[in-house]
């Protein structure tokens, strides 16, 4: 298992975990990564408020033809929810797939030729078989 670190400082992110001298005692907490997204040409792992990402998942079981069969016991439908797609019943899920959504104008502010795009750089399925 390995983890990213980040930090932020007064809600800012700092350049490195040496950047900073905490005026207090320090609270923090390591999450695993399971998304990173970035801006193109931005700094890796942040990208602006203007930029809002939601990711959905569905299931398939499988057909005699061996294809993903939405009939089947395994089907969820799409869902922000992973854990659905965890509650099917053992062995019924045969395939899974992802939708990784980009609303580029999240504040509804308008967009040009300059607004910041936003870069997928790893994603990761929380799914027990």
């Known amino acids: 298992m390995s983890f990213e670190l980040s930090l932020e400082v007064d809600g800012a992110p700092a350049e490195s975990l040496l950047s900073f001298t905490p005026g ?15 801006t193109i040409g931005g700094a890796k792992g942040f990208y602006p408020d203007s930029v809002d990402i939601k990711v959905r998942f569905q299931s398939a079981g499988v057909g005699a033809d061996g294809l993903p069969d939405l009939s089947a016991a395994g089907f969820q439908d799409w869902t922000p929810d992973i854990d659905l797609v965890n509650a099917k019943a053992p062995g ?37 078989f």
Do not use: C, N
């Open 92 to 128: 019924t899920v045969e395939f899974i797939r992802l939708e990784v959504l980009f609303d580029l104008d999240a504040l509804g502010t308008g967009l040009s030729a300059t607004s910041p795009r936003p870069l997928l750089d790893f994603a990761r399925i929380g799914w027990r």
């Open 24 to 38: 207090g005692g320090i609270e923090f907490s390591l999450i695993p990564v399971s998304l990173s997204a970035s």
